[in-house]
């Protein structure tokens, strides 16, 4: 049985120690569409968005030294942490990931950026590359904070 590709890229996470000085730097300089924030509570980060064509970019600010973008800043400086999948069905893949021997950082999706189920795979498994299965839930719900 054929596996069914990810619809598309929802995101690259991009892990940045100042956010407006990095949201200015892809809009200003670069001209990238500012969508914008969004605080997750339960990972201790605060984003924005930022649209380039079909693709969006996350960055990431950590908003305590004990979330993993301050824990990933400390090990490896400012850069890409993470590229988002857009899936239909996070639960199914996780299964089907699992019986497949790839090593998951999540077993079961959690709530993630608006409102999204998002679960990731451990890097140790894909080459190298921290990989989050997206699953939209609803639509875009972005403020400016």
């Given at each position: 049985m054929p596996v069914t590709p990810p619809k598309q890229i929802a995101h690259i996470g991009i892990a940045v120690k100042d956010l407006e000085k990095s949201v200015q730097f892809y809009t200003e300089l670069l001209g990238l569409t500012f969508l914008g924030y969004e605080t997750v509570e339960s990972e201790k980060v605060r984003t924005a968005f930022l649209q380039i064509g079909e693709t969006r970019l996350e960055l990431l600010e950590a908003t305590s030294p004990d979330s993993p973008i301050a824990q990933f800043?400390?090990?490896?400086?400012?850069?890409?942490?993470?590229?988002?999948?857009?899936?239909?069905?996070s639960i199914e893949r996780l299964e089907f990931l699992k019986d497949q021997g790839i090593k998951l950082i999540n077993e079961v999706p959690k709530q993630g950026a608006h409102g999204n189920l998002v679960a990731f795979l451990h890097p140790k498994s894909t080459n190298g590359v921290l990989l989050e299965l997206c699953q939209p839930q609803s639509h875009d719900n972005l403020t400016e904070k």
């Amino acid at each position: 049985m054929p596996v069914t590709p990810p619809k598309q890229i929802a995101h690259i996470g991009i892990a940045v120690k100042d956010l407006e000085k990095s949201v200015q730097f892809y809009t200003e300089l670069l001209g990238l569409t500012f969508l914008g924030y969004e605080t997750v509570e339960s990972e201790k980060v605060r984003t924005a968005f930022l649209q380039i064509g079909e693709t969006r970019l996350e960055l990431l600010e950590a908003t305590s030294p004990d979330s993993p973008i301050a824990q990933f800043i400390e090990k490896k400086g400012e850069g890409i942490h993470h590229i988002a999948l857009q899936v239909d069905n996070s639960i199914e893949r996780l299964e089907f990931l699992k019986d497949q021997g790839i090593k998951l950082i999540n077993e079961v999706p959690k709530q993630g950026a608006h409102g999204n189920l998002v679960a990731f795979l451990h890097p140790k498994s894909t080459n190298g590359v921290l990989l989050e299965l997206c699953q939209p839930q609803s639509h875009d719900n972005l403020t400016e904070k």
